[in-house]
C-alpha cells in the first residue's frame, strides 16, 4: 500500500503561484512515475505533469512553460510548481504514484485550488 498526501492548495489571483506538495509513505526509489492530475467540476481528470523515477518529466499542453514538477528522493515528496495560473487551472488535483511492484495506481485525497480572475 501506498498512502499519498497532497498539500499547498488554495485560492490565488489570476498570474500567481502556488506550490503543491505530495509525500509517500514509501521510498519514491520504489516508484515508477509519479503524477499531478487535475479535475474541474463536470470535466474528466486530466493529467497536469508526471516525473518518472529517472526524473524524465512530461507535461500537458496547457501547463508547459507554466508548472514544473520536481521531486525529493530524500523527502519522498514530488512537487507542482504552478506559476502564471490561470482562471481555467481552478480544480482539484490529485497526486498518483505507480509503485514498481503495483499493477494499479494509488491516489491521493486531492487537494482544491481556485484561481480568481
Known amino acids: 500500500q501506498v498512502q499519498l498526501v497532497e498539500s499547498g492548495g488554495g485560492l490565488v489571483q489570476a498570474g500567481g503561484s502556488l506550490r503543491l506538495s505530495c509525500a509517500s509513505s514509501v521510498s519514491i526509489f520504489n516508484i515508477n512515475t509519479m503524477g499531478w492530475y487535475r479535475q474541474a467540476p463536470g470535466k474528466q481528470r486530466e493529467l497536469v505533469a508526471s516525473?518518472?523515477?529517472?526524473?524524465?518529466?512530461n507535461y500537458a499542453d496547457s501547463v508547459k512553460g507554466r508548472f514544473t514538477i520536481s521531486k525529493d528522493n530524500a523527502k519522498n515528496t514530488v512537487y507542482l510548481q504552478m506559476n502564471s495560473l490561470k482562471p481555467e487551472d481552478t480544480a482539484d488535483y490529485y497526486c498518483?504514484?505507480?509503485?514498481?511492484?503495483?499493477?494499479?495506481?494509488?491516489w491521493g485525497q486531492g487537494t482544491q485550488v481556485t484561481v480568481s480572475s
Open positions: 516525473i518518472t523515477s529517472g526524473g524524465s518529466t
Open positions: 498518483a504514484a505507480r509503485p514498481i511492484w503495483a499493477s494499479r495506481d494509488f
